[in-house]
T-cell receptor
Framework: AQKITQTQPGMFVQEKEAVTLDCTYD???????LFWYKQPSSGEMIFLIY??????QNATEGRYSLNFQKARKSANLVISASQLGDSAMYFC????????????????FGQGTILTVHP | DAGVIQSPRHEVTEMGQEVTLRCKPI?????LFWYRQTMMRGLELLIY????????DSGMPEDRFSAKMPNASFSTLKIQPSEPRDSAVYFC?????????????FGPGTRLLVL
């Protein structure tokens, strides 16, 4: 079974500063993907960034980067130059890619971290 | 592309009534997922389909919940009878098969309140 842990219920950051949102995972699968989603107060789920377990380089998408440390089973999201519009709930999720695994095909989500950006 | 479409966006009903939530996935996507989000339990996967076939329904809370996907462009999640503890936001999501990096695309959600 897979498990995602986000230990920070809430985080605060000053506008224009960088912030790191923590995510650790537990899985017995060898091949998997890690995803981050943003959920603003309006409720929709917005995909931010993806990291494959065999990717050698950390993923980046604009101001978002994923600090992937496979040995430590962590996939932290780094947001650079925070903006007021970054205030939202952030979810880390993972999906197994081995068809024989019980978690194949579906995402397992963490509990989320609420990020508040102060002006 | 219209994205994942869910209806209704809001539903208020009384305990004991039947509730039907609807979802139209993105055209060409052969995976469809139903999630429930509450403050207490976070985001839970209820069931998912691949090519209209239910693959994993282990997250369906009990027999009061049922989901169907009669064709590639339509799915329903039904609660009968509804209870106050079913109050939540229900999301539908879809994704194509193929690349491992392919993400799920979420609909706007249905906010259900059972009185």
């Amino acid at each position: 079974a897979q498990k995602i842990t986000q230990t920070q219920p809430g985080m605060f950051v000053q506008e224009k500063e960088a912030v790191t949102l923590d995510c650790t995972y537990d899985t017995s699968d060898q091949s998997y993907g890690l995803f981050w989603y943003k959920q603003p107060s309006s409720g929709e789920m917005i995909f931010l960034i993806y990291q494959g377990s065999y990717d050698e380089q950390n993923a980046t998408e604009g101001r978002y980067s994923l600090n992937f440390q496979k040995a430590r089973k962590s996939a932290n999201l780094v947001i650079s130059a925070s903006q007021l519009g970054d205030s939202a709930m952030y979810f880390c999720a993972m999906r197994a890619y081995y068809a024989g695994g019980t978690s194949y095909g579906k995402l397992t989500f963490g509990q989320g971290t609420i990020l508040t950006v102060h002006p | 592309d219209a994205g994942v479409i869910q209806s209704p966006r809001h539903e208020v009903t009384e305990m004991g009534q039947e509730v039907t939530l609807r979802c139209k996935p993105i055209s060409g996507h052969d995976y469809l997922f139903w999630y429930r989000q509450t403050m207490m339990r976070g985001l839970e996967l209820l069931i998912y389909f691949n090519n209209n076939v239910p693959i994993d329904d282990s997250g369906m809370p009990e027999d009061r919940f049922s989901a169907k996907m009669p064709n590639a462009s339509f799915s329903t999640l039904k609660i009968q009878p509804s209870e106050p503890r079913d109050s939540a936001v229900y999301f539908c999501a879809s994704r194509p098969s193929g690349r491992a990096s392919e993400t799920q695309y979420f609909g706007p959600g249905t906010r259900l309140l059972v009185l």
